[in-house]
């Protein structure tokens, strides 16, 4: 069981940046691992935010996220990013990150159903104030 636990939220003005990161550990190092970052906004449903896969490292973002937010990974912390930058206020969520076993070829749109995802962090909150 892979355990996740992520970091670097916090309050920042519009326009600002915030990073966060996610650490994992007791990960089956037999097991490879694409990695996500979603978030829950008040009232909403959850979304995806971003995700990497472990195979060829590709990158794949929400439209509304998109030019703004960075995700990446370093293999070596075993830690996954998201740099956020130009934030808007309607970016206030707690973000979590998420991890899936690769089991398989899987098509990209999979990788942005939560549903997908086996291991979950417990969330960080982001305000973005206006």
């Known amino acids: 069981q892979a355990q996740l636990a992520e970091s670097g939220g916090g309050l920042v003005q519009a326009g600002g940046s915030l990073r966060l990161s996610c650490a994992a550990s007791?990960?089956?190092?037999?097991?490879?691992?694409?990695m996500a970052w979603f978030r829950r906004a008040p009232g909403k449903e959850r979304e995806f935010v971003a995700a990497i896969t472990w195979i060829g490292y590709s990158t794949y973002y929400s439209d509304s996220v998109k030019g703004r937010f960075t995700i990446s990974k370093d293999n070596l912390k075993n830690t996954l990013y998201l740099q956020m930058n130009n934030l808007k206020p309607e970016d206030t969520a707690v973000y979590f990150c998420?991890?899936?076993?690769?089991?398989?070829?899987?098509?990209?749109?999979?990788?942005?159903?939560?549903?997908?995802?086996?291991?979950w962090g417990q969330g960080t909150q982001v305000t973005v104030s206006s």
């Open positions: 007791d990960r089956n190092p037999d097991n490879d691992y694409d």
């Open positions: 998420a991890a899936r076993i690769v089991t398989g070829p899987r098509s990209a749109d999979s990788l942005k159903d939560g549903g997908t995802y086996d291991f």
